[in-house]
């Protein structure tokens, strides 16, 4: 990489963030190094796996709010390691989608899905009524935060799980000593600006309130992620757990990680032999409806798309 190129060939934010990442990145124990995706929207795949190498797990339990269909999310992967947990999306489309998609899991007890729209008045409320009581006394050992907007304060209102590791969405728009947070609105939706979520060093700030120290964040610049502060040493870290060491700029618009492989359409976990798509539908009639809602939906996006060009 030339020193004086940022990491796509883009110079994102400044040139001093691409200098701090490739310093970074020169310790073993950086997580950027071992990022990777497979259903995650970026590299968070591949740096979960890795703490909890480091971190160990005790339940395989997650929690994630704002997964979407579910496809690409932060837990999807786990599913696929013998997890189960919880996905709290507003969305009820979304939802519906999730019902089809991943129908044997959601079948054999392994998610549950909810349609609820989150703030901080109703998580804790939502987190003790949707959990699976086989495990309430438990700790899950992951919690996922992506709601583009109220991140922080959802974060904090939480009192009723402590997981080992939680990631959640940070703005890497903004530097990495500022102190900022959107003030709280329980009905904001996301309008695609910078009007959204908190920085990094906010996050850190919250996480030691909430008794987390901050190892890192992913190369896009869009996730942090928190290790419960009893699971914490430097040995298996970065010593330095500062915004102002970790961050990294938001790099998601120069800086893409392409899924591997083929486009997911379903979970490929819990599938029964001889079904094939009645995996996820309740008759081939039903089958061939839901493929043809999907290309009307992409026909659609496609030509928004053009003319958002034009």
């Not at 190094?33 to 795949?45: A, H, I, P, R, T």
């Not at 489309?93 to 054999?108: A, H, M, T, Y």
């Not at 959640?168 to 309008?191: C, M, R, S, T």
Request: with cysteine; aromatic share 10%.
């Amino acid at each position: 990489m030339a020193e004086n190129k940022g990491l796509s060939g883009t110079i994102v934010g400044g040139l001093c963030w691409d200098r701090l990442t490739r310093e970074r990145m020169r310790d073993p124990l950086a997580l950027e190094n071992f990022g990777y995706k497979v259903y995650s929207e970026n590299d968070e795949d591949g740096i979960i796996q890795e703490i909890f190498k480091r971190i160990g797990t005790e339940t395989k339990e997650f929690i994630e709010f704002g997964v979407q269909n579910g496809l690409e999310c932060n837990t999807h992967f786990l599913l696929h390691h013998g997890w189960h947990g919880l996905w709290l999306e507003g969305d009820a489309q979304s939802c519906k989608e999730i019902g089809n998609k991943f129908r044997p899991v959601l079948k054999d007890g392994r998610l549950k899905a909810v349609n609820a729209f989150i703030t901080r008045e109703n998580i804790d409320e939502l987190i003790n009524k949707n959990r699976n009581t086989e495990h309430k006394d438990s700790m899950p050992d992951f919690l996922s935060i992506d709601i583009d907007g109220n991140d922080c304060y959802v974060w904090e209102a939480i009192r009723s799980v402590k997981p080992r590791l939680v990631c959640i969405e940070y703005n890497g728009k903004f530097p990495p000593d500022l102190n900022w947070k959107q003030a709280y609105d329980p009905k904001h939706v996301w309008d695609k600006t910078d009007w959204q979520g908190a920085s990094l060093k906010a996050m850190e700030l919250l996480g030691r309130e909430k008794g987390y120290v901050l190892v890192g964040t992913n190369l896009t610049g869009a996730n942090a992620f928190f290790v419960r502060e009893d699971l914490y040493s430097q040995d298996k870290f970065i010593k330095s757990d500062t915004a102002e060491t970790l961050y990294n700029p938001y790099r998601k618009k120069s800086l893409r990680f392409e899924t591997p492989g083929h486009a997911p359409r379903y979970c490929l976990v819990g599938q029964e032999e001889n079904k094939g798509v009645l995996n996820y539908y309740d008759s081939e009639a039903e089958y061939r409806r839901s493929r043809k809602k999907e290309k009307r939906k992409r026909l659609k996006e496609l030509i928004r798309k053009k003319m958002l060009k034009i």
